[in-house]
């Protein structure tokens, strides 16, 4: 498991809390500090500053127990790269949740931390994430960078309903209640199709979506330091 204080309840952070995870950390199965960071999409302004706060606690308390980091960010993309920068240092694992952010961001990150990684949950199958698209198409996000995830219970995968209708078309009109660890290879399916359409146009051998599931496996066990 991982423990951090999210940005929606950041004006709760307290000293006995960060006490706690401090204290936490010390489990054997505590594999993580987060998610932790700034969501500037459903909070006002006044709460950025504390957000700030809050995070870059989060952040130096982290790398001083050299836990890896799950980074959460929405429509702050500059504050949040620059908290990063200021306290953690080159080496440390990140791992940006969710991603849903901009290209300079991950780009950034890709290049300054070697040891960071992008997640990718269903998300990526809706309209709006088309610069994430062509960032996996041009390599500038390889299979060695991502993790996928499910963002439990949000971001069903699209193309589940596809494999729905296809398969059970008695079915069609149903709506999946909840995301779930069953739903990874839908986003699996999808990014393969990215990475071939790059592949292809650069004249290298396509994978498979198995591939993209041993990979984003192993990632996992690089980010986390434990056996998958």
Same mark, same amino acid.
């Given at each position: 498991?991982?423990? *951090? ?33 700034? =969501? +500037? ?10 957000? $700030? ?20 960010? $929405?429509?702050?993309?500059? =504050? ?41 949950? *269903? ?8 610069? %994430? ?11 060695? $960078?991502?993790?996928?995830?499910? =963002? ?5 995968? $699209?193309?589940? +309903? ?21 739903? %990874? ?12 359409? *790059? ?21 996992? *066990? ?7």
């Amino acid at each position: 498991f991982a423990m *951090g204080t999210h940005p929606h309840v950041a004006q709760y952070y307290t000293d006995d809390i960060h006490k706690t995870f401090i204290e936490t950390m010390s489990n054997q199965n505590c594999v993580a500090w987060g998610e932790c960071g700034l =969501d +500037y999409f459903k909070n006002s302004a006044e709460t950025h500053p504390i957000q $700030r706060e809050v995070f870059a606690r989060q952040l130096t308390a982290a790398v001083s127990l050299d836990k890896p980091l799950v980074i959460h960010t $929405r429509d702050a993309p500059d =504050d949040t790269l620059s908290l990063i920068r200021e306290h953690v240092p080159k080496y440390h694992s990140l791992h940006i949740h969710c991603f849903t952010s901009t290209a300079k961001l991950a780009r950034a990150i890709l290049a300054e931390y070697p040891n960071s990684f992008i997640g990718i949950t *269903g998300v990526v199958t809706y309209k709006g994430l088309e610069h %994430v698209h062509d960032m996996i198409v041009s390599g500038e996000l390889p299979l060695e $960078r991502i993790l996928l995830e499910t =963002d439990s219970p949000y971001m069903v995968p $699209r193309n589940a +309903y596809d494999w729905l209708t296809k398969g059970r078309p008695e079915e069609r009109r149903r709506r999946f209640a909840i995301s779930h660890a069953g739903m %990874v290879p839908f986003v699996a399916e999808k990014i393969a199709g990215w990475v071939n359409r *790059g592949r292809m146009a650069r004249g290298e051998e396509e994978t498979e979506i198995e591939e993209v599931l041993s990979v984003t496996r192993r990632n996992s *066990g690089r980010m986390y330091r434990i056996e998958v």
